[in-house]
């Protein structure tokens, strides 16, 4: 059940992003690593910057 805890984890960090919160803001509100949350987000950029998300 780990993966089902880290995506709803990944959900709250979408919400939160997308509400316009920085990775140290996020960070601050869920008790989440930054370093985590900042991989995170540039999965979803990609190298370009493209902003996809599998999902």
Do not use: F, Q, Y
Not at 12 to 23: C, Q
Not at 32 to 54: C, F, K
């Amino acid at each position: 059940m780990e993966g089902g805890s880290e995506a709803c984890l990944e959900r709250e960090v979408e919400k939160l992003r997308e509400a316009g919160l920085s990775a140290e803001e996020i960070s601050t509100r869920t008790g989440l690593e930054v370093g985590w949350i900042e991989s995170l987000l540039a999965l979803w950029e990609g190298p370009a910057g493209e902003g996809e998300r599998d999902g």
